[in-house]
């Protein structure tokens, strides 16, 4: 880890990351009536680092062009209704090393 980066708040290394998005979306919300009736709590707005999900009125939107491609919404959502796959080679997060 560089000094740059030490002691850096996870919003101010997150600015830092860089995208190359698909126009295909790599996530997909299986069933829109399982966030709408079963999902109370909408924990995947919760636990995403990057916010990917956020609940909009009546519907889950997804901002798959943040994605950290962390898999915690293939694994975190209580009712399995979240595809997750890695972006088209060439798209997704671009890390920097420093």
């Known amino acids: 880890m560089s000094d740059a980066t030490k002691g850096q708040s ?3 290394k997150q600015y830092l990351l860089r995208f ?7 996530l997909t919300v299986l069933d829109a009536d399982i966030c709408a009736t079963k999902c ?3 924990i995947c707005t919760i636990f995403c680092p990057a916010e990917v999900y956020k609940w909009e009125d009546i519907r889950m939107h997804v901002g798959y062009e943040g994605c950290h491609e962390c898999g ?5 959502c209580p009712h399995q209704n979240i595809k997750w796959e890695y ?6 997060i671009v890390f920097r090393l420093g």
């Open 10 to 12: 996870i919003e101010e």
């Open 20 to 26: 190359n998005a698909d126009t295909k979306s790599h």
């Open 40 to 42: 109370p709590d909408k």
């Open 72 to 76: 915690s919404c293939r694994i975190g």
């Open 87 to 92: 972006p088209k080679g060439g798209h997704g």
